[in-house]
């Protein structure tokens, strides 16, 4: 079991499945620290967007119950480099999060450059998304990688395998948590 699982991402907003993700890391960790990045590699935040103290108010208020889990906030940008800032031995990712992270392009085309990352990634909790992953390919954990990286999926019910932050904030408020429907940020 893991002492600390880093879960980045941008919470932008919060849903029923993020929580869920949380519970399941929490079987594999004894702490599961919710990350906010500042600036999501990827998915920098438009003009008007939620801020970041706002998105990590939410997060204190729902993950407030879950014993073991907690918020943190990081400028970091690659999974990687926030797994070691925290000094955590587990990353939670989804699986279009984890096909960003063993696409070269990512490290500026270089497959050494990516193999060096992934030398240095702890334990990957992966959590497939039931459409293979918002039009990423599902990531395999079987598949050939340069270096043997541990990767333990996460199950979720399917029901939230479907679940995102676009839906949400494109007029599923129902996905959201319940911090983030009332909070006045989000729709």
Known sequence: MARLA???????????????????????AERVRLVLSAVA???????????????????DVAVGP?????VGVTEARLVVDIAEEAGADAVVVGSDKWAQVVDPAWYGGSVEARDAVLARLPTVLLVPRADGGGGHPDADPSAPLPRAVEV???????????????????GEPDLMVEAARTSGHWG
Do not use: M, W
Not at 19 to 25: C, D, F, T
Not at 44 to 57: L, Q
Not at 154 to 166: A, C, W, Y
């Open 66 to 70: 879950l014993r073991g889990a907690e």
């Open 152 to 170: 333990v999926r996460l199950e979720l019910p399917d029901g939230l395998r479907t679940v995102s932050s676009t839906r949400a904030r494109r």
């Open 6 to 28: 880093v879960y980045p991402g941008s919470f932008d907003p919060p849903t029923v499945a993020h929580l869920a993700i949380v519970e399941a890391a929490l079987a594999h």
């Open 41 to 59: 590699l990827g998915k920098e935040v438009p003009s008007g967007g939620t801020s970041v103290e706002a998105r990590r108010a939410v997060l």
